[in-house]
């Protein structure tokens, strides 16, 4: 990350006066709130933390890092979201960011807020959504989410000649390739190569690419500080490769990304190629005057 941030660690304490003091009935399409005293034998969804970058909007931030949570959470999860000043004491934001944020998420459809009875996250929330870059690791990771991965190999690897110029001290690369599935149609979305450095790759677990995206795993499991990424999107035409493994015709649109992770020393450690469905995914850029 870049100069100032900071990380957002906080508990979800239970206390009265913000956990749904003003009641409410039950209804079929939502549990009825619990009272404050029995959080503990009926917990809330509990988010991951986030680092805070200040020089990117944060209730972006933390509508991405909150998405990124929930397309990745466990099948017996919560479904149930903590109140809005829980979750802003968790990310270390006000209750309007926080609000702005849910707000955004409500939009896209992954949550449906209730007055009275409280914020929940919709069973069957679309997953096609637009893929917004926007400057965040985090962001970056909660595109990557929701989706059932298989790692379909991976192994040692001459550096690749169009790879070259990013591993100038490197003569190997340990190659990854993965293929992603629609988490409830079961319908291919993309797949994927990275070329990671060796010594980086020897520290990464094959189970946990078969949860989260490489730049979640590199980030919060291997320990590598990112300083930036680069990404290039293109169209391009699907290779005998692609076709086969997305279920598209030969040749016909996709969108190619490439994704390069630079650590704190400014080497590369990783070069993601994600090839997606053009069906399925679009990509829009914001720039915002400052």
Request: aromatic share 6%.
């Amino acid at each position: 990350m870049t100069d100032s941030h900071e990380t957002a660690t906080g508990e979800f304490a239970t206390r009265e006066d913000v956990v749904d003091a003003r009641g409410g009935s039950g209804s079929a399409s939502a549990p009825s709130p619990a009272p404050s005293s029995a959080l503990s034998s009926a917990p809330s969804f509990a988010p991951d933390s986030l680092v805070l970058n200040r020089k990117l909007p944060l209730w972006y931030q933390v509508s991405q890092s909150l998405r990124a949570s929930i397309l990745g959470r466990p099948q017996d999860a919560s479904l149930r979201l903590p109140t809005e000043e829980q979750l802003a004491t968790h990310y270390g934001v006000s209750v309007l960011t926080m609000r702005q944020a849910l707000k955004e998420l409500e939009t896209e459809g992954l949550i449906s807020r209730h007055r009275r009875r409280g914020t929940f996250i919709e069973p069957r929330a679309r997953r096609a959504t637009p893929v917004r870059l926007l400057g965040s690791v985090d962001a970056i990771v909660a595109q990557q989410s929701g989706d059932a991965t298989t790692v379909l190999g991976h192994g040692t690897v001459p550096v690749p000649g169009d790879l070259a110029e990013f591993f100038p001290d490197c003569g190997e690369v340990v190659s990854f390739r993965r293929l992603r599935r629609d988490g409830e149609s079961g319908e291919p979305t993309n797949w994927a190569e990275n070329a990671v450095r060796p010594e980086v790759a020897a520290r990464i677990d094959l189970t946990d690419l078969e949860r989260w995206p490489m730049t979640k795993v590199l980030h919060d499991i291997v320990g590598v500080k990112i300083s930036r990424i680069t990404d290039t999107v293109e169209a391009r035409l699907a290779d005998p490769v692609t076709a086969d493994l997305l279920q598209v015709p030969l040749l016909s649109p996709i969108l190619h990304y490439t994704g390069v992770t630079y650590d704190e020393k400014g080497r590369v450690v990783d070069v993601a190629r994600i090839r997606y469905r053009g069906d399925r995914f679009s990509f829009s850029l914001t720039v915002e005057a400052r």
